[in-house]
C-alpha cells in the first residue's frame, strides 16, 4: 500500500527557504512519478514539481529556477528545496504518487499525503 507523509513546513519571511520533505512507502520508483502540489483556500490544487522513476524533473514556469526537486531511494523520501520564498508560494503542500505519467495534473496522481503548511510573510 502506498503511503505518503510530508514534513518540513513552517512560516518564513520572504527571501527565506525551506526544505519540504516527503516519506514514501510502497512505491515502486520505475512504475510511479512522484510530485510536489500546492493548495490555497479557494483555489484549484496546483501542481509544482514532479520526477520520474528516471529522475527527471518537471517544474511550473512559475517555480523554475528557485524550487527543486529530488528523490533519495535509499532514505524513501522524495524532497522539495524550495530558495527565494514569495508570499504568492504560501499554501498547503501536498506530496503524491502517480503510475500515468508525470505530467502536474492532479487527476495523475493516486495517491496523496495530507500535506504540510508554507506560509511566507512580507
Known amino acids: 500500500q502506498v503511503q505518503l507523509a510530508e514534513s518540513g513546513g513552517d512560516s518564513v519571511q520572504a527571501g527565506g527557504a525551506l526544505r519540504l520533505s516527503c516519506a514514501v512507502s510502497?512505491?515502486?520508483?520505475?512504475?510511479?512519478?512522484l510530485g510536489w502540489f500546492r493548495q490555497v483556500p479557494g483555489k484549484e490544487r496546483e501542481g509544482v514539481a514532479s520526477i520520474s522513476g528516471g529522475g527527471n524533473a518537471y517544474y511550473a514556469d512559475s517555480v523554475k529556477g528557485h524550487f527543486t526537486i529530488s528523490q533519495d531511494r535509499a532514505k524513501n523520501t522524495v524532497d522539495l528545496q524550495m530558495e527565494n520564498l514569495q508570499p504568492e508560494d504560501t499554501g498547503m503542500y501536498y506530496c503524491?504518487?502517480?503510475?500515468?505519467?508525470?505530467?502536474?495534473?492532479?487527476?495523475?496522481?493516486?495517491?496523496w499525503g495530507q500535506g504540510t503548511q508554507v506560509t511566507v510573510a512580507s
Open positions: 503524491a504518487a502517480g503510475s500515468l505519467g508525470c505530467f502536474m495534473i492532479e487527476t495523475y496522481y493516486n495517491y
Open positions: 510502497g512505491v515502486t520508483y520505475s512504475q510511479y512519478c
